[in-house]
């Protein structure tokens, strides 16, 4: 199943500078203080500065080390020893308006990459729970830093206010060690219902229902807090006039330098608006199923019923033209001609349609040994190869978990392709394959004609083509299968291409089984 550490892992490997020029543009969205030292960059240099960055950042969610990352840059920070950047050049609310950047940034990534909704909504929530952990350390080491200092507590409201009251979308409050409000930001304001004058100096019980404050649930949560140094839970919360929201909660310790307890900081996020759209999304998702599963055997029984009308129409009309062949002028002759390739076109499109339709039914999921599979697909373009003296190259293939029928008829397909568009040159194809932790990354290069950039999406339409029949013949379909196919192994595929210098066509296959492998030699870390 999909989750935040895939989804970093194909950024990086595929979509790095869509996610580095999407993080600059949000940046730029922001009034962040800190900008000012990059003033003097272009966009250009700021997005391959944001590339360099984001790689690192990606890496880190994959690798698990992000918040440890983010621990150690702000100790770094607190001790003044961040490089080219003095801690007084840093204005408080930077933290977390990068944060705000970055996590905004990957979301328009999460709905393409994510298969189902219930994947998006994990991702969605391990992505959530990280940046509050983040946001929780920024304000941990802003306080050790202000007392460092010896401000007072007068002085540290202020920074605080600086740090999170710009942030409208979380609830962030400071409480004293007995649970009294001592800060409120304007995401509070706007979660909870109250200005902070109005709630200013008050119990943070009052956010409890009368049930939870009777059953001591506010002393308890607090209890927690300083056994655990941080209390993470969910559960309904009232707003000023009355009405419940369902909430996300962190409350964590605030301690000085000699671990003396000062307070404590409380983050809310209202998830009604989340839960309302998650269920939007399982709705859609849901009616996205039945629609394709509809479709599909719309298609499975629309083809196959066309089938026996068709054979009719061919029968006749061969019949015809044998019958009558030499009583017909040219002219007649030639409509019996059209009529015959006609008929053959669309028996031909309606084979391609039941074969596009079958590839979700009957899935049987095995493992396959690639270069053995490869070798019979060899076999069987044996003639093509032949006479068109085809130079094909593979070696080191990977065992996959995978629907063995399947993966023969998409390296069929490719190599067919990659034959078909030669031109006039000698075909060359070589295949190749690689591995990381989560997936297969295959390639299918040939030195063919190529394709415009423009098409490069267009190709994996069903039926769209980009030649005439007469130059080269086919139904349009070849790279449709392909693309359901690599779709239903949980992968993607691509193509880089270039006019008169061949295409290389990109496909990753899901990792599922300890059994999957590859040579050493072909795998990456």
Known sequence: MKNLKSLSNHLRNTRLKEFAEEYVRQVSTMEIPLMKLFSHLSEDQLIQLSVKSSDDFLLSLE???ALEKVKANLELWKEDKLPEIRKNEIHPTDLILFYAAQKKALYPFIAEYADTAVEAIGIIAELED????AQTEGMQTLFKIQTQTDVDLKESEKMYHLLVNEVVDYSIIILDVHGMIVSWNKGAEKINGYKEEEIKAKHFSVFYTEKEISAGKPVKVLEEVAKHGKYTYSD????????LFWADIVISELKDEKGKLKGFVKITRDLSEQQKANEEISLKTEELKRSNKELEQFAYIASHDLQEPLRVVTSYVQLLAERYNDTLDEEANKFVKYAIEGTTRMQ????????YSRINRNKKFEMVNVEELLDETVKDLA????EKNVKLKYEKMPVIYAD?????????NLISNAIKFSGDKLPEVIISAKTTKNEFRFSVKDNGIGIKEEYFEKVFVIFQRLHTREKYPGTGIGLAICKKIVEQHE????????????SDFHFTIKRKKEGDSLPAENSET
């Open 63 to 65: 690798n698990e080390s």
């Open 130 to 133: 990280f940046y509050t952990k």
């Open 236 to 243: 309904w919360r009232i707003r000023k006039d009355k009405s």
């Open 348 to 355: 031909g499109l309606i084979n391609s349609l039941l074969e």
């Open 383 to 386: 003639v093509a190869i032949k």
């Open 404 to 412: 063995r029928v399947l993966m023969g008829q998409l390296f069929f």
């Open 491 to 502: 992968g993607k595929i691509w193509v880089e291409s270039e006019p008169g210098k061949g």
